[in-house]
């Protein structure tokens, strides 16, 4: 059964870290481009950026430029999105996502190139 499991969620002080992970089961992750995904309370979902399956560069949208790191295990079959310096604005509920590609492109940040989703993880800013 192919699955894609966030984890990694809660409740962050503004200027905090958090690492969020996204495990996949019933596929080889290695093999997929990894996009990232969040979801404010009343707002779109919106790409955060993606993770590509060649050589593991990323594309980050500009509000989490310096922020924001992707990374992934293959051994585990596990991608990582770390976030720093959390703001208000980045509360919201994450997903990964991937798709069967090897670059990211510009396409990367639409919801609809991805092919398998977690259910997300709520991260929440606040002091």
């Known amino acids: 059964q192919v699955q894609l499991v966030e984890s990694g969620g809660g409740l962050v002080q503004p200027g905090g870290s958090l690492r969020l992970s996204c495990q996949a089961s019933?596929?080889?992750?290695?093999?997929?481009?990894v996009g990232w995904f969040r979801q404010a309370p009343g707002k779109e979902r919106e790409g955060v950026g993606c993770?590509?399956?060649?050589?593991?560069?990323?594309e980050l949208i500009d509000s989490v430029e310096g922020r924001v790191t992707f990374s992934r295990d293959n051994a585990r079959n596990m991608a990582y999105l770390e976030m720093n310096n959390l703001k208000p604005e980045d509360a919201a509920i994450y997903f990964c996502?991937?798709?069967?590609?090897?670059?990211?492109?510009?396409?990367?940040?639409?919801?609809?190139?991805?092919?398998?989703w977690g259910q997300g993880t709520q991260v929440i800013v606040s002091s």
């Open positions: 996502a991937a798709q069967l590609r090897r670059w990211c492109t510009s396409g990367s940040l639409n919801a609809e190139s991805y092919a398998y």
């Open positions: 993770l590509s399956s060649e050589d593991d560069s990323t």
């Open positions: 019933g596929f080889e992750l290695s093999y997929y481009l």
